[in-house]
């Protein structure tokens, strides 16, 4: 730090060398204008989204809109919870993140360690293969999915065959299947546990520990970053996904959150008040999730970037 | 892939793991292979296998609503994509749409990667909101973007507010496509400028203090410094978002329903409608794999194209 200040006489504090010392100090209010300027533009949409949602509909219809509601109104999230449906469909988002979360925590978890710490004959290979299927579309494999998901055998009154019936299509397991274990999360935590210096589990072999203590014990501590990652792609793969549940759910009773906002603009005219509220609602988990754990969620965006 | 290399040395060090018919190896072999499995399984029958179970419906014709099994047509379903008229025009749509999007959400988020990468008060919260967009489901901003467009939102207002005359934005077959990419190119700036910002970060601050020795000014230290460092990041940026770009859907849904006329129809919007509108399974699975070809092979040429430029 102190080699850092003397190397560049403008720098004040230590702890600015990180990015700023291309202009050291200098042109501040230039930057904070561009970033504010950049930052409203951005967040305007939402601004909108906030605002109408607390509009009684006489204010949403209106040829001037204004930033904020004259009368605000709770009127719009009572409609779109109720008609809506977005009080179920959110229960059913909730129960379907979970399972796929603990799923992604535990699987990937494990073959991603498998894959950095104990590699075994062929595993590269595969690896590489988990890695490809990112690569492919998901138009490509939705047809085979859904045939796939209505073909299980002995669910939903399919034979042992998966003939006859319409297996897991229109309920809750049909909609985890495709996002228990995913491909990403696999390489997000091979690439972490590489980072591990494998002399951690030496020593606790040397001690006796078994594979599964070295794991559980030394490596897992270290990975709650990881975990955290991990978790915040899973629960996003299923909280924003729309084609899947559009395809193999019918019923008001499955419906997922965004199958039920995406629900508000049938027929000619959208009712934006409900609709909004809606968003508003749909978003606000993702906005706390991300500012609870912002750094991973970054962090992990990031590493698939520069390493992959 | 450096940090895979970085994390080598080391293990080299510990000993003869890799291969060694020894004891605790061969072990700890088994137990990676147990640890893996459950993965290695389940991607297997719900990633691999649907590849070539769809590659074989494409080779049929299929509808769900037959009571027997897909009919073998050999190459027929893709002969018959040539002369369509309707998929030809989707990959010329979707083509558009990600040659607009593309240069706009990369160059962009570029120009907000730098700025971000300032030492400045709070700088954390600027990114954060910069970022957002990208964190929230494209459902719900469709919606939101919805409105923006509509004869009443704010986009028309602004018009009316210059004395201009409103537009139906997403109802005019001449601007449904634009708008719905500037939708889509402020929706993938936050997560570019991230990807931007560790690729930023990952430049040694030597070269700069090299280059600043030198005597060379901003301009030149951003040409030989910055945007050599950033070319990783830049083929991977270009790269995930021409695959992610190319198979725009739910925008499209809720935005234009691929009209009007047909002139927002991408092919994956195409494929859905063809496959659970008109149960058409071997059909829409081959316009699947045409797409999936074409993604492959223009993300493939993104990647040789940026990566041999020195």
Redesign the interface.
């Given at each position: 730090m102190k080699r850092a200040g003397m190397?560049r006489p403008g720098m004040k504090r230590a702890g600015?060398?990180?990015?700023?010392?291309?202009?050291p100090g200098t042109r501040?209010p230039g930057?904070?204008i561009?970033?504010g300027i950049?930052?409203i533009l951005?967040?305007?949409?939402?601004w909108?989204?906030a605002s109408?949602a607390f509009k009684p509909e006489a204010e949403?219809?209106?040829?001037?809109?204004r930033l904020l509601p004259a009368q605000p109104t709770l009127g719009n999230f009572a409609v779109a919870l109720d008609d809506g449906n977005l009080g179920r469909a959110m229960l059913n988002s909730t129960v379907v993140a979970l399972v796929v979360v603990v799923a992604n925590c535990v699987?990937?978890l494990?073959?991603g360690?498998?894959?950095a710490?104990?590699?075994?004959?062929g595993?590269g290979l595969?690896f590489m293969?988990?890695v490809s299927?990112t690569?492919?579309?998901?138009?490509?494999?939705?047809?085979?999915?859904f045939?796939?998901t209505?073909g299980i055998p002995l669910a939903g009154g399919n034979d042992l065959f998966g003939q006859g019936g319409a297996g897991l299509i229109d309920t809750l397991a049909g909609l985890t299947?495709?996002h228990?274990?995913g491909?990403l999360n696999?390489f997000l935590a091979r690439?972490f546990f590489?980072?591990l210096?494998?002399?951690l589990g030496?020593a606790g072999?040397v001690d006796g520990a078994s594979?599964?203590t070295v794991?559980w014990r030394i490596y897992l501590p270290l990975a709650k970053p990881l975990v955290a990652t991990v978790a915040v792609f899973a629960f996003?793969a299923v909280?924003?996904d729309?084609?899947w549940p559009?395809?193999v759910t019918s019923s008001a009773e499955t419906q997922t959150?965004?199958l039920a906002?995406?629900r508000?603009?049938t027929g000619g005219n959208?009712a934006?008040g409900p609709?909004?509220a809606?968003?508003v609602l749909?978003?606000l988990p993702?906005?706390a999730v991300?500012?609870f754990n912002?750094r991973s969620?970054?962090a992990g965006?990031?590493e698939g970037?520069?390493?992959? | 892939?450096?940090?895979?290399t970085l994390?080598r040395p080391?293990?080299a060090r510990?000993g003869p793991?890799?291969p060694g018919p020894s004891g605790?190896s061969r072990?700890?072999?088994?137990?990676?292979?147990a640890?893996?499995a459950?993965?290695?399984v389940?991607?297997a029958?719900?990633?691999?296998?649907?590849?070539l179970?769809?590659l074989y419906?494409s080779l049929t014709g299929y509808s769900?609503l037959d009571r027997g099994a897909p009919r073998f047509v050999g190459l027929d379903n893709y002969l018959a994509l040539a002369d369509s008229a309707a998929f030809l025009q989707s990959l010329k749509v979707t083509a558009q749409f990600v040659a607009e999007v593309l240069p706009f959400a990369v160059g962009i988020a570029l120009g907000?990667a730098l700025?971000?990468?300032?030492?400045?008060r709070g700088i954390?919260l600027?990114?954060?909101?910069?970022?957002?967009?990208r964190?929230?489901?494209?459902?719900?901003?469709s919606?939101?973007?919805?409105?923006?467009y509509?004869p009443?939102?704010?986009f028309n207002?602004l018009l009316?507010g210059v004395g201009l005359q409103p537009h139906d934005w997403l109802l005019d077959e001449d601007t449904a496509l634009h708008a719905v990419a500037v939708m889509r190119v402020?929706k993938a700036?936050?997560?570019n400028m991230?990807?931007f910002?560790?690729?930023?970060?990952?430049i040694p601050?030597t070269l700069?203090?090299a280059a600043a020795l030198d005597g060379a000014g901003?301009w030149a230290?951003f040409r030989h410094v910055t945007l050599p460092g950033l070319r990783?990041?830049m083929v991977?940026?270009i790269t995930?978002n021409i695959?992610y770009l190319?198979?725009s859907?739910?925008e499209i849904?809720?935005l234009t329903g691929g009209g009007p006329l047909g002139s927002t129809t991408t092919?994956?919007f195409l494929?859905?409608q063809e496959?659970?509108q008109n149960n058409q399974?071997g059909s829409?699975?081959a316009?699947?794999?045409v797409?999936?070809a074409l993604?492959?092979a223009f993300?493939y040429a993104s990647m040789r194209g940026i990566g041999r430029r020195s």
């Open positions: 190397k600015m060398e990180q990015a700023g010392m291309k202009q501040k930057t904070l561009a970033l950049a930052t951005v967040l305007m949409p939402f909108w989204m109408m949403v219809f209106t040829q001037e809109p699987f990937a494990l073959a360690y498998a894959f710490k104990l590699p075994f004959r595993s595969i293969a988990i299927t690569m492919v579309p998901v138009a490509v494999t939705l047809i085979p999915l045939l796939i209505k299947l495709p228990l274990i491909p696999v690439q590489l980072g210096a494998d002399e030496e072999r594979e599964l794991f996003t909280w924003d729309f084609l559009l395809v959150v965004q906002l995406s508000f603009l959208v934006y609709a909004m809606g968003s749909v978003i993702i906005l991300f500012l912002q969620f970054i965006l990031s970037g520069v390493k992959g | 892939m450096s940090v895979i994390a080391a293990a510990v793991r890799r605790p072990r700890r072999r088994l137990v990676g292979l640890f893996a459950p993965a290695i389940y991607l029958v719900f990633q691999l296998f649907p590849v179970y769809g419906l769900p907000l700025l971000a990468n300032r030492k400045v954390g600027w990114r954060a909101g910069l970022f957002l967009p964190i929230v489901p494209l459902t719900a901003v919606l939101i973007w919805l409105w923006l509509s009443d939102g704010w207002s009316a402020w700036l936050g997560g991230v990807l910002l560790a690729g930023l970060q990952a601050k700069y203090e901003a230290r990783p990041v991977y940026v995930v695959v190319a198979q859907f739910a849904f809720i092919t994956n494929i859905y496959a659970f399974f829409a699975s316009m699947a794999f797409l999936f993604i492959f993300s």
